[in-house]
């Protein structure tokens, strides 16, 4: 019975291998109507805007674009985005650190939901994030009438700004990092423990290069989500000019004074940086899948 | 008779454990925690009926109309070209596909408010793509639609593209071989495989459109009733500085939120105990 199958399949072998390529692919008409639709769609919601946002940014020639970049307004605005990001970005990154290893080298009760207290920024509206730091810091805030008595100002000015940004951009790095921690398990530690080696030593030479590129990948992700975050800081930047205002709540200003070459041209800066991130987002996959 | 030993809680032989987790705690205590229960303890300033009264007001709860319907379409195109683009980038062959693979993750690293004047000024009465139509599509719920698509476009991409990567060919092969056609095989053998990543790129994407703000204000055009979100319903309140008002509305987008991620997690460990047996 079995050989008669196996002599039967044989016969027809060359048959059936050319009615099973066609079994597993689709219709060329389908393919290419695939093709067509995603190509399509990424061109009217991707590719376009990205383009007209450099072309819209030197319509007015190159003059309007260098002065619109180097306004006093606009440098003040890169440099509060920069000071932001330099306090948020090391922060986050030694809170997803720890909270990685904590969720992935123990067991303890409670982890589950600990997870979820990590990811909750996720989950909050940016409106909201900024609101719950003028409900604790703003003038009826809960530390409201201390921090005025102490002449302390942390909602609209650059402390808020900070806080703020690290409430939206705090879940990336841990995100990135404990799924990758946690199927690389801990055989590794215990045997450089075991070996001798502390535990710092055995963080820095075992652990280290082993999350490399899962660190710079949250690292990447929590950078551009903290040049570009736009309702929290909104709500708790107060909008002074050359003082609390980001670059974009610099091109929000621009934008709806109708400075649209201007506007244009600080946010083909963060363009830039958005391809920019893309780039360095591929490199890290490649260099990840060929370590 | 049982021969199976469980050691008993052995040593923590790795270091660290109290600071780490100690380290943890705290920092999501001060900054998640501590700020988030402030929009919980500030309500309870409010009266029942005054807090009931903010949150029924005709237009915040058209607001809520807005925000959930556009968000829900988003999503649902989301799903439709998010599995195609998916779809095409795992199985075919075409010119430039590793630079269109890498741009699928534009959204992300986009400024919203970058995305959000690019997509107004392209989709305006006067722009690239808005003069070519007879109606309106920025300053009107479909502007909202077509900011929150290109907000979610990388969530479902994303999710669906490495399970479609992971399924063999020998299942598609098995199938095949057995008489299915092309469409069978899609229906029966694929789809429920990708169908648990569809439904949680399809909620990442909806709960991100449902909060989303940068990107909305500047092609929603923002007129009261009509294309209003409840994001910027909570904004108008805080710059006349009505924060209990504000603070009430936040309470319903904050339950509406848990509410979906508490689903997200129910379906995924459902469909997860389909698969497993």
Sequence with gaps: MEQSTF????????????????????????????????????????VLPLVSIFITAFQKGS???????THPDALAAIKLTLIVVAITVPLNAIFGVMAAWALTKFNFKGKNLLLTMVDLPFAVSPVIAGLVFILLFGSQGLFGEWLFAH???????????VLATIFVTLPFVARELIPLMQTQGISEEEASISLGASGFKTFWYVTLPNIKWGLFYGLILCNARAIGEFGAVSVVSGHIRGMTNTMPLHIEILYNEYQFAAAFAVA???????IFTLIVKDIIAWKSKSS | MNSLIIPKKSRRIIPGFHLSLGYTMLYVSLLVLLPLSMIFIHTMSLSWSAFIDIITDPRAVASYKVSFSTALIAGLLNVFFGTTIAWVLVRYQFPFKRIIDGLVDLPFALPTAVAGIALTSLYAPNGWIGQFFDFKIAFTPLGIIIALTFIGLPFVVRTVQPVLQNISAEVEEASASLGANRLQTFRKVILPELVPAILTGFSLAFARALGEYGSVVFIAGNMPMKTEITPLIIMTKLEQYDYAGATAIAVVMLVTSFILLFTINLIQWLANRRFVH
């Design chain 1, 7 to 46: 002599i039967q399949q044989a016969s027809t072998g060359k048959r059936k291998a050319a009615t099973q390529t066609a079994a597993l692919q689709e219709p060329r008409i389908i393919r290419y109507t695939l093709i067509f639709i995603a190509l399509a769609f990424l061109a009217f919601f991707i």
């Design chain 1, 63 to 69: 003059d309007v674009y260098f002065t619109a970049i």
């Design chain 1, 151 to 161: 002449d302390i100002k942390i909602v609209f000015a650059l402390p808020g700004i």
């Design chain 1, 268 to 274: 083909s800066l963060m363009s830039v940086m958005a």
